[in-house]
Each structure stands twice: as C-alpha cells, then as structure tokens.
C-alpha cells in the first residue's frame, strides 16, 4: 500500500509525487459519537477568538473598556456550563471564557467520541453529546462564551469587584467569579526539538490563525489526528507543496479523512513520512526546513517555509497557581458549602477544587456548581432572601428558561 522510499533510503516516505493543486472540503466541526449537528460552531475554523452564537454580540478584541459582568466563569467545560445553568435559573447572568476554542472541556478535548455511564438518567452518554446536551440546556440563559481566551489576569479591585483579562486582550469588570478550569487550561504541545523557541508563532505553528498566509508555502504538517489531516486536506490546494509526518502508520484522524488523504497520495498531490520531527534547518537566519527521523533511524531532509504542528493539547494549570489562592496539590481550597475559595466573591466548580473527599467526577462538580449558585447569588446581592424553587412548579423559573406555564 506504500509508496517506494525516497533515494539514499530517508526516513520512510508512504507517497510521494509531484502535487497538483485541487480544492477539497474540510471538515468544520467536532466529531462526536452519532455526529449530531452541534449547536454551535466549535474548533474547525481555528479563529484567534471568536463567540460562540449563543451570545448575542462578538467579543472585540481589545476593546478598551472591560465587559461588565454580573459572573464570569473561567472554563467552559462540563461543570463551567453547567453553572451557567444554575446560576441562570436564579436569574444571574454569566459571560464564561476559555482557552479552548470549543466548549466541552476534557469530554471535547480528550474523550469526545467516548460513552459515559454514570451521569444520572442518561444510561449512557457521549461525552460530546454531554456537551451538546449543556449547550442547549443553557441555551435559554444566553451565555456569552469567550471562546480562544486564556485568561491570565486576575485581580481584586478596591471595589471588592474582580478584574480579568485574557491574553487575547478582552477584560471584564466581574461581581463574582467561578474558575471552573479543570486541569486547567489546554495548550499546545510542542515539536521538542532543540532551538524551536524563537521560530514558534512564526516559522513553526501550532495553530492557524490565518491560512490565506499559507497560500504559496512548502509546508510540513506533523501529527495524525483530525487536526493534521483537515489542515492536510485543506492546504493542499493553496500551498506551494505539503508534507505530512506522522510518527506511525496508522492514524487516528477520522477514516473518511485518513481515506481522502490517501487518495491525494496516491494521485501524487502530496507526501506522507512514518518519522518524528528530529532537527531544524536554519541558514542565514531563515528556517528552511527539518530534518526528520524515521523508525529505522535515517534521517530525511524536508525543505520547508513553514511547519504546522498537530500533536493535541494538555492542560496546565498556568496563570491560576499564581492568583494567591489557596491551593493543595495545585487544587483550589474550597468548602463544602458555597464552594468559595480563599477570597471572597471567587468560588471554584468541578476538578480544579479540592476539599475532603473530593472525587472529580462530572456528577459531583454539578452538584458543587448547584450549591456555588446560591452563593454566588448571596455574594452579589446579600439583601435577596433565597428559598429553593423546583423547576417542575416555579413560575419565575419557566419565565428564566422560556417555558409556557
Ligand atoms: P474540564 O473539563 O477540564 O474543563 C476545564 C476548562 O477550563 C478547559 O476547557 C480549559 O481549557 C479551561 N481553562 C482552564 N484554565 C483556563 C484559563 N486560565 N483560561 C481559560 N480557560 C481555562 N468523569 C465522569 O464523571 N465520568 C466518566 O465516565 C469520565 N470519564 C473520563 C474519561 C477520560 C478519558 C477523562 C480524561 C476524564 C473522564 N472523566 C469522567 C472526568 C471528567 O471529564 C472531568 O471530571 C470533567 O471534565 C471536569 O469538568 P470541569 O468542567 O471541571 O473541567
């Protein structure tokens, strides 16, 4: 099924002939076990930043005014949408923001095709169907997701209000925050080769932040998921020639992608490496290309303008260890009560917090979202009386989630 090696028997080339140019479709969503239509726009077009249309109006980049929030809830993953639900049917609005560019957290990011059991009344689930599930659930309440947004700055104004600013440049003048960030926030991973620092953002990307820049280029793709094969496919028409090296033969983008690649081989419109990325080619002070090694250990030179590097993303707790809360085991300290954490008006949800007999389980940090909103509430507004209301009879709460009486 392989193609001959290159000449001088280089790391392992599956293909390679002379390309030429063809428009192919690419894929603009996230898979997910019964590929459901989602019901917003998550990863496929690699946007800096963008809001998702749940929100009424797009986020300005920026902008010199900061946003002012009733709540801002960093991370938008299960529990993070989740208190947008809960904080929703108490009437309190929240903008939340993370540095994914999809909401769904780790089940978007790391298992979203896999089933889940033990959510309640859903005998089995998928985790990106979860996702979906919170969206619309949440749906009625209009969230403002910030989505490509890491926030990295966190303060307490004189005020007692909170300042948060994102590395894309959005600030927010909040009443409370919840920092539902999980493991944390999703980077990247690196090529890890020596000398790749000053060449990342520019020469070397580890996302596409404008592909008509590539239009022209020798590109190297690296990595095997979706993301390599869309970008694969997609740049193919555009740029000037593109390589794609996988570490292994089998890939676990998506079949119909992994075919559709094939076929761009076998025409000749590409090449494909069973090799890791080994060394740069710098002259000059320009890059020029990489050297790649294969499993047998020869190494293979690709000329190339730029390389485009695909290897998934791990979250790291990042900007949150240095915000001066209290933290064990880089877990925030929260109680069990309000789920507040060592500063008043900042509560913590889901696997980010710790407190005696914590389990990070989904199901739990919904419960812990449930509590945080009556707490959040009591923070912003210490005058209200709160008493529990049951969706099932509340007529405040159909009129909050848009149901007929
Ligand atoms: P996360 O899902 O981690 O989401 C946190 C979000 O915060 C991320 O999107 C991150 O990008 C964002 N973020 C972090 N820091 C920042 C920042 N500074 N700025 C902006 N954004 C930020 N649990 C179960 O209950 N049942 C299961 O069957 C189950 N199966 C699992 C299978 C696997 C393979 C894995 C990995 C986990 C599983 N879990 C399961 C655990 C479950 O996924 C987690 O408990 C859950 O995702 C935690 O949700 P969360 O909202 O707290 O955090």
Request: glycine residues 10%.
């Amino acid at each position: 099924m392989h193609g001959a090696p290159p000449r001088g028997g280089g790391a392992s080339l599956l293909y390679g002939r002379p390309q030429a140019p063809r428009t192919l479709p690419i894929f603009r969503g996230r898979r997910h076990a019964g590929a459901r239509r989602t019901l917003y726009n998550p990863g496929g077009n690699l946007q800096h930043a963008k809001v998702t249309v749940l929100s009424e109006s797009p986020t300005s980049i920026g902008a010199a005014a900061p946003i002012a929030a009733e709540t801002v809830i960093i991370g938008a993953g299960p529990c993070g949408l989740f208190q947008v639900f809960e904080l929703g049917l108490l009437g309190i609005s929240a903008h939340v923001v993370d540095s994914l560019q999809h909401p769904g957290g780790q089940c978007a990011e790391l298992y979203p095709d896999k089933p889940i059991y033990d959510i309640p009344a859903l005998p089995v689930c998928g985790a990106q169907e979860l996702v979906d599930r919170l969206l619309q659930q949440i749906k009625p309440f209009k969230p403002q997701l910030h989505l490509g947004h890491e926030v990295v700055e966190f303060a307490r104004r004189a005020d007692g209000r909170f300042h948060l600013a994102t590395a894309g440049g959005i600030s927010f003048d909040a009443g409370a925050v919840v920092i539902a960030a999980g493991l944390g926030s999703f980077q990247p991973r690196r090529i890890g080769i020596a000398g790749a620092e000053p060449w990342e953002g520019n020469a070397i990307q580890y996302r596409i932040k404008n592909a008509a820049e590539l239009a022209g280029q020798r590109l190297v793709i690296f990595g095997g998921g979706d993301s390599a094969l869309d970008w694969t496919l997609e740049l193919l028409s555009k740029a000037a020639s593109v390589t794609l090296v996988h570490r292994r033969r089998e890939f676990r983008a998506a079949p119909a992608s992994v075919a559709r690649m094939r076929e761009q081989l076998a025409a000749g419109r590409m090449r494909c490496f069973e090799a890791l990325p080994h060394s740069l080619i710098v002259e000059d002070g320009a890059l020029r290309g990489v050297n790649i090694k294969s499993p047998d250990g020869a190494i293979e030179a690709l000329p190339a303008d730029r390389l485009l590097v695909f290897f998934g993303l791990h979250p790291k707790l990042g900007p949150i260890a240095e915000w001066g809360l209290a933290l064990e085991k880089r877990a925030l300290q929260v109680d069990t009560e309000k789920f507040q954490t060592s500063l008043p008006g900042v509560f913590a949800v889901g696997d980010i917090n710790t407190y005696p007999g914590k389990k990070k389980l989904i199901l739990s940090g919904f419960h812990e979202a449930a509590l945080a909103a009556f707490a959040v509430q009591h923070h912003l507004y210490p005058q209200k009386k709160q008493f529990l209301q049951y969706t099932t009879t509340s007529p405040v709460m159909h009129q909050r989630l848009g149901v007929p009486d």
